[in-house]
């Protein structure tokens, strides 16, 4: 058995991260810092009157309080460590010394509770420290906290507290600023590895590499989690790896597949995920997404799963990031009051996966960038072209419609071989319609290809799904200025074809102004005034009139 790790006897109880929780400073691991500030401060009679452990769950907050007590009520100590074997140590382990009073302020946080366990404070006992544990502290009521900084600002000489807490910054800054802060971090894949692996020896356990690999995998960082994970492997043959499907779900945002997307949170509802612990989960996930590409040394995520997360986050990128944990924030809040909390869930991946669904100012302006993004990928293929595609006439206005036959609007007029009504057509098509449209339109247009026009439908191939995404929010301008120029409604469809290139943007010359429209024709739109971007076009109409000030 390992030197620095002994099972502590607890009648009944089977449970490893009871069985082998620390019972000493020596055998307190992966937390060295505090190791070394509690046990000096022990052994040289410099042990304040409270102390604030803050840090993840399962990294040993209360476990080093009740080591602290231990050591400081000792018969027999050691280097500043404690013995474990005198009676106050074992009275200590087994819960029952008089000398450590513990508060779980997540379940007891009222001021009765804080008065009833403070009020023997001024009391002596067999020991010489009473030690008061307050776990989750930051769940205390205001009145709650109030008493407990009374008795912090005037502490009998013989009390310490001991405040743990998963989220210090919601603790009063009068009650930290009364305390001696040590933080805990989330362990090592290889310091909880060599951990089970020390406990299977010490408990002659039957669990190979590959459970303690597992268990290691599902504990992110976390050792009572980690011990739990081992416990349920050896009690059933297999460790639930089901967390939160965050992969699934983010590469269905990343790809901007809201059918992936959807199928993976319906996949992870019929595994008995409740809604609205999903979108905790998976928030808590995009939280270390946004943390690893902003501040990494703030994440908590460790090893791989550290590097699952950062990986997924730079392909999503920062502001999509933030948007997708803004919208899971609001969707949290929503689902509170949500009579069907499934649906809330639903309708946020949907915006996210589909911007054109959100009205946000950060679905719009992730919707320009991506135009924008566009447009520069187009402008980084002008140097070198690819070969035009094969130009074939099109068919007349009312003609039958020929399936696969590329022409770009550019070849509309610069095809030789087409037939005087064609060339015609095409010169309608290009310098009557697509000037009436935005800018925004004429940049994808530029990279379009008309695949068929007959008297009812338009239909146009861009290169890409994402390029496809970005025609709904010029559709309808295209719509109306078709049919302002025909005299009828024309339906326009459009199509990904992959081996088409974005063609590289081009400012016209001396390409001939639209025909002015008759007195009693609509007017023409305001945002076919020519622009530089996309971005250029989409802030004209929103601030019309506005002039850049540079």
Known sequence: MPADLTPTPIEGVTALYRRFRPGRFAELRGQDHVVRALRGATRDGRVVHAYLFSGPRGTGKTT??????????????????????????????????????????????????????????????????KVYIVDEVHQLSKAAAAALLKTLEEPPSHVVFVLATTDPHK????????????????????????LLRDIRQAASLAADDDAIEAAVRLARGSARDALSALDQLLATGVVDEDRAPSTELVEGLIAQDAAAALAALAGALRQGWDPEQLAEALA??????????????????????????????????????????ETLGRTLRDMKSAPDKVISLEVAVARLTRPDLDTTTAALAERVERLERQVALAASGAASPPPAPPVTPLSP??????????????????????????????????????????RAAQLVLHSAQVRSFDAGRLTLA??????????????????????????????????????????????PTSSPRPTPPAADAPAVDDDAIEVASVGEHLITEMFPGAEEIG
Request: charged content about 25%; some cysteine; aromatic content about 4%.
């Open 64 to 129: 080093a309080a009740r080591i602290l007590a231990k050591a400081l009520n000792c018969e027999q100590p050691l280097d500043g460590d404690a013995c474990g074997e005198c009676a106050s140590c074992v009275a200590i382990a087994r819960g029952v010394s008089l000398d450590v009073i513990e508060l779980d302020a997540a379940s007891n946080n009222g001021v009765d509770d804080v008065r009833e366990i403070t009020a023997g404070a001024w009391h002596q006992t067999p020991g010489r420290w």
């Open 171 to 194: 603790v009063l800054p009068t009650i930290r600023s009364r305390t001696q802060h040590l933080e805990f971090h989330l362990f090592s894949s290889e310091t909880l590895a060599g």
């Open 284 to 325: 808590a996930d995009v939280r270390q997404m946004f943390l690893l590409q902003v501040a990494p040394h703030v994440a908590d995520a460790v090893d791989a799963e550290r590097a699952r997360l950062a990986s997924l986050g730079e392909r999503l990128g920062p502001a999509r990031t933030v948007r997708t944990l």
């Open 397 to 438: 206005v009312g003609a039958p419609a020929e399936p696969s036959v590329p022409a770009t609007t550019a070849a509309l007029v610069e095809a030789p071989e087409a037939a005087p009504d064609d060339a015609s057509l095409r010169e309608r098509f290009e310098h009557h319609v697509v000037p009436r449209t935005s």
């Open 462 to 507: 861009v290169p890409s799904e994402e390029m496809r995404a970005n025609t709904e929010v010029i559709h309808q301008g295209l719509v109306r200025a078709l049919e302002h120029e025909f005299g009828h409604l024309i339906e326009v469809r459009w199509e990904v074809d992959p081996t088409l290139r974005a063609a590289p943007p081009a400012r």
